[in-house]
């Protein structure tokens, strides 16, 4: 039962919505089935929920998964998940901030984990960086983010919200947006429009990096002077002559370059500083 912003929980207490904790609760059953469908979890899986909140989709995880563990930073919530799963073996509920949370401590396995989660949107790009971090051990995510963040995401070269989250993410997984969810599906309803995504870790890197930080330096700089061209924004990172030694034009912006375009700044970048350390 929803009463304002606060929502009845299955033991008859009542817990109101934490706006810090971007606590915006799926109620909407049709929308829940929806979200399971995509996520389509199967007995044989290792599945890891992060901020299951209530509930709304950990009941339906819990019954089709052979081992689901749910990280959740609200100690109330999260007491109460205990209480409606101790008794399940296959399922652990584990109090922490997921930002803290190493994915290693769960399974050594190569893409064996696949994780899942309504996420709290006010963390959610350093949520992706640093599950990002253990990509190897992920089959694949499925998680509601705001819409724009998706944009953001999926974004193509030349487009308005290309950048550092989209590249970065690409350079690791195959994304893909699959449907948007009304606000009228969360109490209380988020102010923006909320969407339904896939990340998939490629097996292979299409793009590979010969040093992953290195690329993250580049595209940070590159997009940190968006409006400036390449030849510019790169400047403090890599000489103009180096940077022709590339089949590039240096009058782009950031915003036309591929992640291969990247990759290629980044590898003569990494190349010099091995050659120097030598
Ligand atoms: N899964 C529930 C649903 O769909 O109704 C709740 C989704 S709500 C948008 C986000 C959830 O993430 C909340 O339960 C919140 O307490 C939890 N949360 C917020 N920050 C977190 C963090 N840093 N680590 C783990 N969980 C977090």
């Known amino acids: 039962m929803r009463r304002g912003n606060s929502v009845k929980l299955d033991d008859g207490q009542r817990h109101q ?27 044989t899986q290792h599945l890891l929920e992060i901020g299951p909140g209530q509930g709304a989709l950990t009941e339906a995880l819990a019954s089709d998964s052979a081992r689901l563990d749910c990280v959740e930073l609200d100690r109330d919530l999260a007491a109460h998940l205990e209480s409606r799963y101790g008794g399940n073996e296959r399922v652990s509920i584990i109090r922490q901030d997921i930002l803290k949370f190493d994915l290693a401590t769960l399974t050594e396995r190569a893409g064996s984990l696949r994780v899942v989660g309504n996420l709290p949107y006010n963390i959610s790009t350093p949520v992706l ?34 950048g550092r989250l989209g590249l970065m993410l690409q350079y690791y997984c195959q994304i893909e947006h699959l449907f948007n969810v009304p606000s009228a599906a969360f109490t209380p ?12 870790p490629h097996t292979v890197l299409p793009s590979p990096a010969r040093d992953v930080s290195c690329l993250q330096l ?4 590159a997009f940190n002077q968006r409006r400036k061209t390449l030849k510019n924004s790169l400047k403090a990172i890599i000489s ?5 030694a590339l089949p590039l034009d240096l009058g782009l912006r950031p915003e036309n370059l591929s992640l291969a375009d990247y990759v290629s700044i980044s ?9 120097e350390e030598q």
Do not use: C, W
């Open 17 to 43: 919505a934490r706006k810090r904790f971007g606590q915006n609760f799926l109620h909407d059953r049709a929308v829940i089935a929806r979200i399971i469908d995509a996520i389509a979890p199967a007995d």
């Open 189 to 200: 309803k988020p102010k923006v429009v909320s969407s339904i995504v896939r990340l998939t």
């Open 240 to 244: 103009e002559e180096r940077l022709s």
């Open 218 to 221: 580049v595209i940070r700089t």
């Open 129 to 162: 960086f640093h599950l990002i971090k253990r990509h190897h051990l992920i089959k694949d995510m499925t998680f509601m983010l705001q819409l724009e963040v998706v944009q953001r995401l999926t974004a193509k070269i030349g487009e308005k919200n290309y």
């Open 267 to 275: 590898d003569i970048i990494s190349e010099q500083r091995d050659h």
